[in-house]
């Protein structure tokens, strides 16, 4: 047991996982491009129903290993965080032992949201004309009333607006206005405007249900403030922090460009 | 129309274009003529910047919001980044030794501008607060990897150890701002598409870089990599947000997607 831990408490361990998630994204950069026709349907679906429906292992084993050694890294990340918090603090290296660990945890909980998501998720993509109704889920549909596109003086759209109404179990709501990047919601599912064409009045609209993405709103909180910490305490505590690190170098060199970062 | 922006909408097309590349090439020209010994290179340097902002803040206007939406402006504003952390940097005389890689380092960035052609309509979808706040970041960090490269490069050189730690110290803020960059990203795009990752090569070599530089600045903490082999990783971090941002797309397509 004693060996597990201190496999996942390494720092070599941690390294190794990073090299190996860097070289799979490479790999797995590669694989995309030698096969686009493949894998041009992985973003319309789930990662994990993609999987399952396209499970042809020369094509998607790198996703397989980029998950294991995500999984490694997460396991790796709890060890040397719950090491730290039980090695405690005192006032003066509070931020500076703490930052890391939010960023950990901030780290971890994007992880979870990509799991949530690639698990649980829902994606689909609706081509609706102008009085058009298709349905979305069981009992659910959109209806699109109207589109319209504004656009500057060279012909290039500039803003466009979807008139539509959600109809829930027979019920439709009043009329709601959909843009690009003023996404709608209603209940879990989120409209989301791709595109729009004024000539046929028509517009694609992407509806999404993402149970993952609050925890990875959470996680990039924490990965943001714990990486504000990271900066203020390097900027602050340089001497202590070349102790924390087991920094050799001498730390009047170290004070001398304080400065620069002060 | 009327000021700077009626002056460049009278131009024809082809004027416009010498136009665009002059404001670029003016600049790298003063920033290279900063490698002047003295005071003087520092005049042309200062002179240099201030064109150079000079020529962003047209731009911006030109556009009526922050010029950050194609590689034209975006390359000059990595370049503005790198200029403004060298300069940062200036104050301590220690660094003055990266002047030979850091400004040519500006230059070059300039010329590579000039380069592209300016675009001058932003897609709907990128009239987004989040959208801006990931591109400001995102250069922002270029700037810092660029400078922090240079400083390893000059580590490598001559083996001196403030160098080194300059360089991780440098880099460190850079990772922060392209950590903030890539989760304002994230923001912009559920907002605009419902989705914060997509399967493309573009996103997998943006996550390979995050983990590239975390890679490094885990290395830093080792005992058998700090020093020479962490500089090298530190250097080749820059390598790798270059081909990110330059090589992937063109060398490494996607698959074809509706986004």
């Excluded at chain 1, 989301?192 to 609209?205: F, N, P, R, V, W």
């Excluded at chain 2, 090589?247 to 509706?258: A, E, N």
Aim: include cysteine; charged fraction near 15%.
């Amino acid at each position: 047991m004693k060996t597990v831990f201190d496999f996942f408490l390494s720092l070599k361990t941690a390294f190794g996982l990073f090299l190996a998630f860097i070289v799979l994204s490479a790999a797995g950069s590669l694989v995309l491009t030698g096969n686009l026709a493949f894998f041009s349907g992985i973003d319309d679906m789930p990662l994990f129903r993609w999987l399952a429906e396209n499970n042809k292992i020369r094509h998607i084993w790198w996703i397989y290993l980029m998950i294991a050694m995500l999984t490694g890294l997460a396991i790796s990340t709890i060890f040397c965080t719950a090491e730290s918090l039980l090695k405690g603090f005192t006032r003066q290296n509070l931020i500076l032992r703490l930052s890391p660990q939010v960023m950990h945890a901030g780290v971890l909980f994007i992880m979870l949201g990509h799991l949530v998501t690639a698990s649980f998720g829902f994606k689909m993509d609706l081509q609706l004309k102008k009085g058009e109704q298709q349905a979305v889920s069981e009992g659910k549909a959109v209806l699109l009333e109207d589109v319209s596109v504004i656009t500057d003086k060279n012909g290039y759209p500039e803003d466009w607006l979807v008139r539509l109404r959600w109809i829930e179990d027979g019920k439709q709501s009043a009329e709601y206005l959909l843009r690009p990047v003023h996404p709608l919601y209603f209940g879990q599912f989120g409209l989301y405007s791709k595109s729009a064409d004024a000539e046929d009045s028509s517009a694609l609209i992407r509806i999404s249900k993402d149970p993952g993405a609050l925890w990875a709103l959470i996680g990039g909180f924490l990965l943001c403030l714990g990486a504000i910490g990271f900066v203020f305490s390097r900027s602050r505590r340089l001497p202590a922090l070349a102790n924390y690190e087991g920094i050799q170098e001498n730390n009047n060199e170290e004070q001398k460009i304080l400065h620069f970062f002060q | 129309m009327c000021g700077p922006m009626g002056f460049i909408s009278a131009f024809s097309e082809d004027a416009r274009s010498l136009y665009y590349i002059f404001t670029l090439l003016l600049p790298a020209t003063l920033y290279a003529m900063g490698l002047m010994e003295g005071r003087k290179g520092r005049l042309f340097f200062i002179l240099g910047l201030t064109l150079h902002g000079f020529t962003i803040l047209l731009r911006a206007m030109e556009l009526g919001t922050l010029p950050l939406t194609e590689k034209h402006d975006n390359i000059s504003f990595m370049a503005l980044s790198s200029a403004l952390i060298y300069w940062f940097m200036l104050r301590d005389r220690r660094s003055n030794i990266i002047d030979l890689t850091a400004l040519p380092l500006v230059s070059i960035l300039l010329c590579v501008a000039a380069a592209y052609e300016p675009i001058n309509t932003i897609p709907p979808i990128q009239r987004s607060l989040w959208f801006y706040l990931h591109m400001l970041f995102y250069f922002v960090s270029y700037g810092f990897f660029g400078v922090s490269a240079c400083i390893g490069l000059q580590h490598l050189f001559t083996g001196e150890t403030v160098h080194e730690i300059m360089q991780y110290k440098v880099a460190a803020y850079g990772w922060v701002a392209f950590t903030f960059s890539l989760i304002c990203g994230s923001i912009w795009f559920f907002v605009a598409y419902g989705t914060y990752w997509l399967w493309t090569s573009r996103e997998l070599w943006t996550a390979l870089a995050w983990f590239w530089y975390g890679l490094y600045l885990h290395a830093r903490l080792m005992k058998g990599l700090r020093g020479r082999p962490a500089a090298v990783l530190g250097v080749l971090g820059f390598a790798v947000v270059l081909f990110t941002y330059f090589g992937v797309g063109k060398i490494i397509p996607s698959p074809p997607t509706q986004f």
